[in-house]
């Protein structure tokens, strides 16, 4: 081989090793490629209000009064902000944890599913605007009936979702269980659950911000306590306080982002193995 050619294979093998190794610097976080978009239209987006909330102040407030009213009275905010949580984490824990016990139910004996399944749809379509009022009569004028308007958003698609998962397993996977003589436990444990977790997570991307929703609705149509974020939304609406409504608002958005911040972290940790997001089924 000549001094040439030897030269040229040095050369090449040097850059692939420089390509092969990862870049330093900046993280990707924080490159203008991940971040400069959004904030290009959120900055849109600010400039249109203001100019809307400018040309048309009894329909808009503009952000400046916004944040005014965030700043006078954030005890105010924050009392209302712990309720409508309080109503998210207890509503949303059960409504999730019973969908998914409903669906292994399902998964493991489809009789139970062709026995449920109907209700649960009849349920489901039935308008929870509608469902509320009676709620209040059967359960008073507390937290409770907010609690289950809540859970019953989050229930059918943690139970579409969880049953879909619990189903979707591979069967080659499942034929060596079974010729090994696993129990219907042991295959629960190690093979289906295990397996069922990318479309359980698929399914809490659609709950979570539904248990936001639902509470605020809870909120909104279930009388008594006049407290949460949705009331403080109903209460300053029907007093013309734009500020207030559109704060309140702004504040129902942010718990609903944080939701979905904390979900995509947890299952960043859970499902370091899977390969990408599942497509929820709603």
């Avoid at 808009?60 to 998210?88: C, H, K, Q, R």
Wanted: charged letters at 10%.
């Amino acid at each position: 081989m000549s001094e040439l050619t030897m030269r040229d294979t040095t050369a090449t093998l040097a850059t692939a090793r420089l390509k092969a190794q990862p870049r330093r610097g900046i993280p990707g976080w924080l490159r203008w490629g991940s971040w400069g978009p959004t904030l290009i239209t959120f900055v849109i987006a600010a400039l249109l209000w203001q100019i809307v909330a400018w040309t048309n102040p009894y329909v808009l407030p503009t952000l400046e009064a916004i944040g005014a009213s965030l700043v006078e009275d954030p005890g105010m905010y924050w009392s209302n902000f712990l309720v409508t949580l309080l109503e998210v984490v207890v509503g949303a824990s059960a409504g999730i944890l019973a969908g998914f016990l409903l669906a292994v139910v399902m998964a493991e004996f489809q009789i139970i599913e062709r026995a449920v399944m109907p209700l649960v749809i009849i349920v489901m379509v039935t308008p929870i605007v509608a469902i509320a009022p009676a709620l209040v009569v059967a359960f008073g004028f507390g937290m409770v009936p907010k609690f289950i308007v809540t859970g019953l958003v989050v229930f059918f698609p943690m139970l579409v979702n969880s049953l879909a998962g619990l189903r979707d397993v591979d069967q080659k996977a499942l034929d060596v269980f079974t010729t090994l003589h696993a129990s219907r436990w042991e295959i629960f444990r190690e093979l289906r659950f295990p397996g069922s977790m990318p479309y359980v997570f698929a399914g809490l991307r659609i709950a979570l911000p539904l248990a936001v929703v639902g509470a605020a609705v809870a909120e909104f149509v279930a009388a008594g306590q006049q407290a949460g974020l949705g009331s403080l939304v109903t209460t300053s609406a029907a007093q013309a306080n734009l500020p207030v409504t559109w704060a309140s608002i702004a504040l129902l958005c942010l718990l609903g982002v944080l939701l979905i911040v904390l979900l995509a972290v947890v299952r960043r940790r859970v499902l370091w193995w899977s390969d990408g997001e599942v497509t929820a089924k709603g």
